[in-house]
C-alpha cells in the first residue's frame, strides 16, 4: 500500500505556505498549525516513514524491476496560492521548484518501461472555482482568467518532450468523476508529438459529481467518462502474446467491483 497526502485533513485546495486561504480567513491565527496537523495526521495514519532530512516531505519514488517505477507527488505543501496570477514575476508553482527538479529528473534517468505519476490533482481536468480563487491543479477551462498553474505545466511537458521521455501515464484523483484523458501535443514544437495518459477515477465513499471536459488548451481527448458513480481505478502491466510487449491495462470498477463499461483501456508501450 502506498499512501498519498492529500488536502481535505485541513482547508480545501490549501497551500503549505499560504497565511490564509481567501478573504474570510484573512488574518485567522494558526494557519500554519493547521497544516502541521494534517501532515502529522497523515503520517500517524500512514504505514511510512519520516524523510530524516526532510521529516514533511512525502513525495517519493519506488522501483519495480525493468518495467514500472512510480512517483508519488505531493501537490499541495509546496504551492503558491491558487488566486496568484499565473505570470513570470509570481514564479507560480505547484510542486515547488525542489519536487519538480526531482521528478523530471527522476524520469529522465528511469530506464523503466513505465513511468506512473501518482498526482493528488489532476493534469488535464480543470477543477477551477472562479475569478477569486483561481484553478486548484495544472489545468484551465480556457477561460479568460490567469489564475492557473500552467506555466509550470508547460515547463514539465516540454521537459518530457525535449527528452524523448515515453510511457508517461499520470493517475489521480480529486475531481470526484472516472475519465481516461489521452494527450497528444508538442511543447516543444519540434513536429513530433508527446503522448501521454491520465487516469483519473473516484469517488469510493465521497459525493460523487459530473463530469466535466478536459483542459481546452493542449490536445487532451476523454477516452472514457461516467456521471455520479462511486468508483475506483485498477490498473496492471503484463506482457501480451500478441506482441510480446508489456501493456498497461486500466479499468474502472464501480462499488460492487464491476467493471465500468468503455473504462477498458489496453495502452502498447511506444
Known sequence: MYSQADDHEIVNDYGGKWSYWTNATKGRAGFS?????????????????????????????FHWGKDLD????????????????DTPQNNKTLLGKDQLRWL????????????VISADVPT????????????DNWATNGTTF????????????????????????????????????????????????????????GPISAIPVKASPPD???????????????????????????DGKVHLISEVRDENGLLRPGSHWDIPPQ
Open 33 to 61: 498549525n493547521l497544516v502541521k496537523a494534517g501532515i502529522n495526521a497523515f503520517f500517524n495514519f500512514s504505514p511510512i516513514d519520516r524523510n530524516k532530512d526532510e521529516p514533511n516531505r512525502v513525495y517519493r519514488s
Open 216 to 242: 481546452p488548451t493542449i490536445n487532451a481527448t476523454a477516452k472514457y467518462q461516467e456521471n455520479k458513480i462511486l468508483n475506483f481505478g485498477y490498473i496492471k502491466i503484463q506482457q501480451e502474446k500478441s
Open 70 to 85: 512510480l512517483f508519488i507527488l505531493d501537490m499541495h505543501s509546496y504551492r503558491s496560492r491558487n488566486d496568484l496570477p
Open 146 to 201: 490567469k489564475k492557473t498553474f500552467t506555466r509550470e505545466r508547460s515547463e514539465f511537458l516540454k521537459f518530457l518532450d525535449d527528452h524523448n521521455i515515453r510511457n508517461v501515464v499520470i493517475v489521480a484523483t480529486d475531481v470526484h468523476f472516472p475519465t481516461n484523458i489521452l494527450v497528444e501535443d508538442d511543447p516543444n514544437h519540434d513536429g513530433h508529438k508527446l503522448i501521454f495518459h491520465e487516469l483519473i477515477s
Open 104 to 115: 523530471e529528473q527522476s524520469l529522465l534517468n528511469s530506464t523503466a518501461t513505465w513511468k
Open 124 to 135: 488535464t481536468v480543470p477543477s477551477c472555482f472562479n475569478k477569486e480563487l483561481g484553478c
